[in-house]
């Protein structure tokens, strides 16, 4: 088990260190999220075509684990529905939380498992859904607004608490 948690941590770290996706997509629905417990910002970038999610990248700044899963998430995310991501989401966050009834196992989640053992520090639970919860405001404000972002619109905010 000390191997395989070692891994995790590798896996976490590298995307820390090296997050996949980072930067902004201009045109694109975006949320802004906050940690104040933590210090984490992010700004997620999302662009959907038919349903899809065409393209996502993120900005900002925070812990390895916020990184990692804002990384993380964006690669798991692109060329899924919304259907697809809403479900990943809840189960994200059941894992992450502790509230998986542990039958589902985390094979449906890919490389996201490597989050498992957040569970176990309930502080750093708010680092690992910060993203998650940024993405979900801003595909809520894109499905809000027929076309692309409107000048002058207000992005949504997120602050988890």
């Not at 700004?43 to 916020?66: K, L, N, P, W």
């Not at 966050?93 to 176990?120: N, P, S, W």
Request: charged fraction near 25%; charge should be negative; include cysteine.
């Amino acid at each position: 088990m000390s191997d395989l948690r070692d891994l995790y941590q590798e896996v976490i770290l590298d995307h820390g260190k090296n997050p996949r996706n980072f930067g902004k997509i201009e045109g694109a629905r975006s949320a802004h999220g906050h940690n104040p417990l933590c210090g984490d910002l992010v700004t997620i970038y999302v662009t959907v075509q038919d349903g899809v999610i065409e393209d996502i990248r993120f900005e900002g700044s925070g812990c390895a684990i916020s990184t990692a899963s804002a990384s993380m998430m964006t690669q798991a995310l692109k060329g899924r529905t919304r259907e697809e991501v809403d479900r990943l989401f809840e189960r994200f966050h059941e894992m992450v939380t502790g509230r998986a009834d542990g039958t589902q196992g985390t094979d449906d989640l890919g490389k996201l498992a490597v989050f498992e053992g957040v569970v176990e520090f309930p502080l750093r639970v708010k680092c690992a859904t910060l993203s998650w919860h940024t993405l979900k405001a801003a595909l809520e404000a894109s499905s809000e607004a027929a076309g692309p972002e409107q000048p002058g619109t207000p992005e949504p905010q997120v602050t988890t608490e």
